[in-house]
């Protein structure tokens, strides 16, 4: 699947395990990505990290884990951006967890093995637990089908949690009345 941000092409692609003849996914085998994305360019790092914080959404991660999943997910694309020319970054549900790593495509001699480059693990909320790979799958490609690629909202939307996370920082009791009224 193509999906063009701001004149730019950006490859993606859906996994299901029983894809329809008309599909444009393709079929999976238990324990492989759902979804991929190619990073070749500084402007796919930041298309991963918004995908990554809608995909957390999806799973019912609370907004702060959002943030930390779409932190840990550009990390992990810049990282393999730099150390590759061009690979796909994977997301996975594997054990009950949202994992996401980098694989290059082909062999690329002298670059790190994908062993040796970060993957981010996350134990899945509950709420999300009873999600098939496929049912992920689907409301992913609806999020592609209908929502733009807004990077101007995605890092507005993180200049929030940055100022909310230095606002608890500062103001450490303002968090434990937020913990005893959702308690009461």
């Known amino acids: ?10 490859n993606e692609q859906l996994v299901l395990d029983n894809p329809r003849p008309e599909s444009r996914k393709t079929a ?12 070749h ?8 990290r918004q995908k990554a914080r809608q995909i957390a959404h999806l799973l019912h991660f609370p907004p702060l884990e959002e943030a930390c999943i779409a932190a840990g997910t550009f990390a992990v694309a810049a990282q393999a951006r730099d150390h590759y020319e061009i690979c796909d970054l994977c997301f996975q549900l594997d054990h009950h967890q949202l994992v996401v790593f980098a694989k290059p495509l082909g062999d690329e001699p002298s670059v790190p093995s994908a062993k040796s480059l970060m993957k981010l693990a996350k134990p899945v909320p509950d709420a999300a637990r009873g999600y098939s790979v496929d049912e992920l799958a689907f409301l992913i490609g609806r999020i592609n089908d209908q929502a733009p690629a807004d990077l101007f909202g995605d890092l507005s939307k993180q200049n929030q949690e940055i100022l909310l996370l230095l606002h608890l920082l500062n103001h450490p009791a303002d968090q434990l009345g937020q913990k005893s009224t959702s308690a009461a």
């Not at 699947?1 to 950006?10: F, G, L, Y």
């Open 28 to 39: 999976m085998a238990h324990g492989k990505p759902f979804w991929t994305l190619r990073v």
């Open 41 to 48: 360019e500084k402007r796919d790092v930041l298309v991963a």
């Open 1 to 10: 699947m193509k999906t063009t941000i701001q004149d730019h092409p950006v």
